[in-house]
């Protein structure tokens, strides 16, 4: 079955400028989760969404936000872009239990100038 | 969330087993020990995960420690493939959905 794909994989964007990330789960999966990745910080977790409804919430400032649809499809926005937020975002999809494994997708690299 | 310690790098030959640490002395009695990794420009994928008993998959053994406090991600032949960033993850009951990932280990395999 078809895995986890986000668009688009590659952005630049400038300083002040808000963004769009997009993520498709794999079918069936009802969760789907966002992580930050940089050199410094390593990956770290954003939110959490399950049946439209954010359900976990890491520690980002309100610039930060998402929300999934009733396909669980999910987007992620970051709005007043700063440099600091150039990275990687991976999102990932699961069933929903905190048994299920997480499938990650290839991640956006968003590099913000 | 419940905090593990792993090398920063360990190095392996091909073919011969992997022995990955990994210490959890905090985990409390509804903690799940997961192991991820990541390859070179991937996102990371499933490895492995278990409670109490030792667990194999296609990929992976992992051996818990008895007491719980440490466990070790066995990988039996290592190849060039394996060459990733592992991460030992705990995953507790009640709400924690997430993924808490540390530095984790960065296994070299040489030819």
């Known amino acids: 079955k078809a895995g986890v794909t986000q668009t688009p994989r590659y952005l630049i964007k400038t300083r002040g400028q808000q963004v769009t990330l997009s993520c498709s789960p794999i079918s069936g999966h009802r969760s789907v989760s966002w992580y930050q990745q940089t050199p410094g910080q390593g990956l770290q977790f954003l939110f959490e969404?399950?049946?439209?409804?954010?359900?976990n919430k890491g520690n980002f400032p309100g610039r930060f936000s998402g929300r999934q649809f009733s396909n669980s499809r999910s987007e992620m926005n970051v709005s007043t872009l700063e440099l600091g937020d150039s990275a990687l975002y991976l999102c990932?999809?699961?069933?929903?239990?905190?048994?299920?494994?997480?499938?990650f997708g290839p991640g956006t690299r968003l590099t913000v100038l | 969330d419940a905090k593990t310690t792993q090398p920063n790098s360990m190095e392996s030959n091909e073919e011969e087993p992997v022995h990955l640490p990994c210490n959890h002395s905090?985990?409390?009695?509804?903690?799940?020990i997961h192991w991820y990794r990541q390859l070179p420009s991937q996102g990371p994928e499933y490895v492995i995960h278990g409670l109490t008993s030792n667990v194999n998959n296609r990929m992976a053994s992992l051996a818990i420690a008895e007491d719980r406090k440490s466990s070790t991600l066995i990988l039996h032949r290592a190849t060039l493939r394996d060459a990733a960033v592992y991460y030992c993850?705990?995953?507790?009951?009640?709400?924690?959905?997430?993924?808490?990932f540390g530095k984790g280990t960065l296994l070299t395999v040489n030819p």
């Open positions: 990932a999809s699961s069933l929903g239990s905190i048994y299920n494994e997480q499938f």
């Open positions: 993850i705990l995953r507790g009951g009640g709400s924690n959905y997430k993924l808490t």
């Open positions: 905090t985990i409390s009695g509804t903690d799940y």
């Open positions: 969404y399950f049946s439209e409804t954010q359900r």
